[in-house]
C-alpha cells in the first residue's frame, strides 16, 4: 500500500502519534498536551490551521484515497462550515456533525460525540453481576438481548461455568429474533430518511409481532434482563413455538412488500448506488465490522468465526456486498433477516428439554414458587438479590455479533462481588469513524443517507 504523505513534511514518531488524539477535545493545537479533563466544546472544532498531514491523518487520506480537500485552491470565502446535530432527526440521536463544504460538496467531516454522556461503563463497577445486564441491556437499546448475552459470556467465563443445553438454545433464539427486530428498524429508517415513508410504517409495524412476544417471555418490550449469567431469567412461555412460527409466516411476505417498494425503485437505487463507498482495506484499518464490513466482500461474522452459544451447529449463509455502498448494506440486512430466520427455525427443532439456568444456589436464584415453601430458598433469594456472587479473580474479553457488528465485553473482576473494570468494545463507535471517508468530496445530500446506512445507535456510543 502506497502511502500518500508528503515526506517533506514528515514528522517524528511522537507527533505523529499526537495526530492520533486529534479528535479528543483539547489536543487540537501543535504540541498541545491530552488533557483528559477539558471539555470545552470549542475545542473540538476544526482549524483553518491544521497541516496537510495532520490533515491526511486525520481524515484517512493516508489508506488509498485523497479526500480532495483543495486547500490551496479554495479561499476561504468559498468554503463554509455547518453543523448537521446533535439535534436533528437523522443523526439517529444526539450525534454532531461538522461538515465544511465547497458549494455543495463536502470536503470535510468531523463527528463529535459525547452529548449523551451515560456513563454505563462506570456504573457497571458500582453494581452486581447479577445487576450488570440491567445496565448493558440499556446501551444498544436496539439489541438489548446481544448486549445482555455478551456479558453473560463474560462472566461465565470468569466463574468457568458453562450453561444448560436448553439455555444455550433459548440465548440463540432470543438473540436472532432480536437481530431480526434491529434490523427491521434499520431498514425503516433507512427508507425514511431517504424519502421512502412507508417503509417507516412497515418496518415498526412489522417489529411489533417480535417486541410482543419479547413482552410475554421477559415482561418487557425492550431492555429486558432476561439473558443473565447462569442462563436465562425465565423459561419460554407456554405457547412460545406458535408466537415464534407465526413471526416465521410473517417475514417472508413483509420482506417481499419492501422489495417491491425499494429493490428497483430508481429513485432508490439513485440515492443509494454508488453512495457512501469504502473499501476492505479502510474498514479494517479503522475496525469497522458488521453488515457495514460484509457490504465491501468480506465475509467476516463472529458467529462463524469465533461461535459462542453453539451457534456453530447451526446452519446459515454471510450475506456478502460487492461495492461497500448504501445500496449493498441495504442488501445485507435484508439477507441477514432471512438468515436469522434459519437459525430461529433450526432453534425452534432442536430446542431440548430441562433446565433454562444452572443449578447452583450461589449464582442463581432459586424458583420463586419456593420461596414461599422454604426458608433456605428464601435466605438465597435475599443474598443473592442484594450482595450479588463473587467472581474469581482475572480479566476476560468476549465478543458477540451484534445487528451493528462486533459487541465486545472486557471486564475484570478483583475476587469481589461486583466488577472491577467493565469497557465495552461498541461497534457503533467504531463504525461511524467511517463517515468521514464515505463522506469526502460526496454530495451534501447523501449525508442523511450515509448515516443511516451505518444503522448507528448513540447510547452504543456514548457509554
Not at 443523526?91 to 461538515?99: F, P
Not at 461465565?156 to 440463540?172: D, M, N, S, T, Y
Not at 474498514?283 to 461461535?307: H, M, N, Q
Not at 443473592?384 to 463473587?390: A, M, N, P
Amino acid at each position: 500500500m502506497t502511502d500518500t504523505r508528503d515526506t517533506s513534511t514528515e514528522s517524528s514518531a511522537d507527533e505523529q502519534t499526537e495526530t492520533v488524539d486529534l479528535w479528543v477535545s483539547g489536543t487540537e493545537e501543535p504540541g498541545a498536551a491530552w488533557h483528559a479533563e477539558t471539555t470545552d466544546e470549542g475545542a473540538q472544532e476544526m482549524s483553518w490551521e491544521e497541516t496537510e498531514a495532520r490533515l491526511r491523518d486525520q481524515f484517512g487520506s493516508v489508506i488509498d484515497q485523497d479526500p480532495g480537500l483543495m486547500a490551496e485552491m479554495i479561499s476561504d470565502d468559498e468554503r463554509m462550515v455547518v453543523n448537521m446535530g446533535p439535534q436533528h432527526p437523522s443523526t439517529h440521536g444526539v450525534l454532531r456533525l461538522q461538515v465544511e463544504l465547497e458549494g455543495e460538496i463536502v470536503r470535510r467531516t468531523k463527528p463529535i460525540i459525547g452529548y449523551l454522556h451515560t456513563g454505563m461503563e462506570k456504573t457497571a463497577e458500582t453494581l452486581t453481576y447479577l445487576q450488570g445486564p440491567t445496565n448493558v441491556t440499556r446501551m444498544d437499546y436496539l439489541a438489548p438481548m446481544q448486549n445482555e448475552l455478551c456479558y453473560s459470556l463474560a462472566v461465565e467465563q470468569l466463574l468457568g461455568i458453562e450453561v444448560p443445553e436448553r439455555a444455550k438454545v433459548i440465548r440463540v433464539l432470543i438473540s436472532e429474533l432480536n437481530r431480526i427486530s434491529s434490523h427491521l428498524v434499520a431498514l425503516a429508517t433507512n427508507g425514511m430518511d431517504i424519502g421512502a415513508l412507508s417503509m417507516m410504517i412497515y418496518g415498526f409495524r412489522d417489529r411489533e409481532m417480535i417486541l410482543n412476544f419479547f413482552e410475554k417471555t421477559t415482561g418487557l418490550r425492550m431492555n429486558n434482563n432476561y439473558i443473565r449469567p447462569g442462563g436465562v431469567a425465565v423459561d419460554l412461555p407456554p405457547g412460545w413455538r406458535s408466537d415464534v412460527r407465526e413471526i416465521l409466516d410473517m417475514l417472508p411476505e413483509k420482506l417481499g412488500e419492501y422489495d417491491d417498494l425499494l429493490q428497483n425503485n430508481p429513485i432508490w437505487l439513485e440515492r443509494t448506488q454508488g453512495v457512501g463507498v469504502i473499501t476492505p482495506e479502510e474498514c479494517r484499518a479503522y475496525g469497522i465490522t458488521g453488515p457495514t464490513l460484509r457490504s465491501t466482500g468480506v465475509e467476516w461474522d463472529l458467529r462463524k468465526a469465533f461461535p459462542y452459544s453453539g451457534i456453530e451447529e447451526y446452519e446459515f449463509d454471510i450475506p456478502t456486498g460487492t461495492r461497500g455502498d448504501v445500496y449493498d448494506r441495504y442488501r445485507i440486512r435484508v439477507e441477514e433477516v432471512k438468515q436469522s430466520m434459519r437459525i430461529v427455525e433450526q432453534a425452534m427443532e432442536r430446542m431440548p428439554k430441562g433446565d433454562y439456568r444452572i443449578d447452583d444456589r450461589k449464582i442463581t436464584p432459586p424458583p420463586r414458587g419456593r420461596i414461599d415453601e422454604s426458608m433456605e430458598a428464601l435466605i438465597h433469594h435475599f443474598k443473592i438479590f442484594t450482595e450479588g456472587f463473587t467472581v474469581p479473580e482475572g480479566e476476560t474479553y468476549v465478543a458477540v455479533e451484534s445487528p451493528r457488528g462486533e459487541l465486545g465485553c472486557y471486564l475484570v473482576s478483583d475476587g469481589g462481588g461486583k466488577p472491577w473494570r467493565m469497557h465495552t468494545r461498541a461497534p457503533s463507535f467504531n463504525n461511524l469513524q467511517a463517515l468521514p471517508i464515505m463522506m469526502s468530496d460526496s454530495l451534501i445530500a447523501d449525508t442523511v443517507a450515509t448515516i443511516a446506512s451505518l444503522d448507528p445507535v448513540m447510547g452504543d456510543v456514548d457509554r
